[in-house]
């Protein structure tokens, strides 16, 4: 498996981040402003995951996801691992990334590869999304918002 930066001519894989966010309309607001690193095995892209500048000094790891039948390989830790790499040769001082409170996988994922969480935006999901989104059985209502120094 090969992780490398989409060039510009080169269309997103839509079909996974999707996968990670279920709202186009979201999408379409950040992928232009960030750089889209997709990982490929072969000719198929199995992984992907943007990074976007937010404020001075910080970037914003969005929307990380593994093709389905690939998950639970290693592969979204080696995504986030490549990021927080990525993250710190551009000389970022903080990378930061956001989940739903119902997200138990992604959360364990985070904080494993060295995340913390470092904020609740209460009733995020609520108020932006218009379908209710429910995993493991919980309902998405909090922005879980995580960071690490570089
Ligand atoms: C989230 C996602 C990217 C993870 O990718 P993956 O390739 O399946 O993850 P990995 O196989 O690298 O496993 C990640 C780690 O989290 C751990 N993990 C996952 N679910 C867990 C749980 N419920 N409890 C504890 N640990 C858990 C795994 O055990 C693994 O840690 P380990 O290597 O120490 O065992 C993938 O499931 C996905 O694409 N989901 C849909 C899109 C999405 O939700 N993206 C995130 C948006 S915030």
Request: charged letters at 25%; aromatic letters at 6%.
């Amino acid at each position: 498996m090969e992780i490398r930066k989409l060039n510009s001519e080169e269309t997103p894989p839509y079909a996974l981040l999707l996968l990670a966010d279920p709202s186009k309309e979201m999408i379409a607001s950040y992928i232009d402003r960030g750089d889209c690193f997709i990982a490929e095995k072969g000719k198929h892209i199995i992984g992907v995951y943007v990074l976007l500048p937010t404020k001075a000094e910080t970037i914003e790891l969005m929307n990380v996801a593994v093709a389905e039948q690939q998950q639970g390989s290693g592969i979204g830790k080696r995504l986030v691992t490549d990021a927080i790499r990525v993250a710190k040769e551009k000389g970022y001082k903080t990378i930061e990334v956001c989940t739903g409170n119902s997200s138990i996988g992604q959360l364990a994922l985070y904080q494993k590869c060295g995340f913390r969480i470092t904020r609740v935006d209460r009733d995020y999901f609520t108020k932006h999304y218009v379908e209710v989104i429910v995993e493991n059985g919980i309902v998405c209502r909090d922005r879980i918002r995580l960071s690490q120094d570089l």
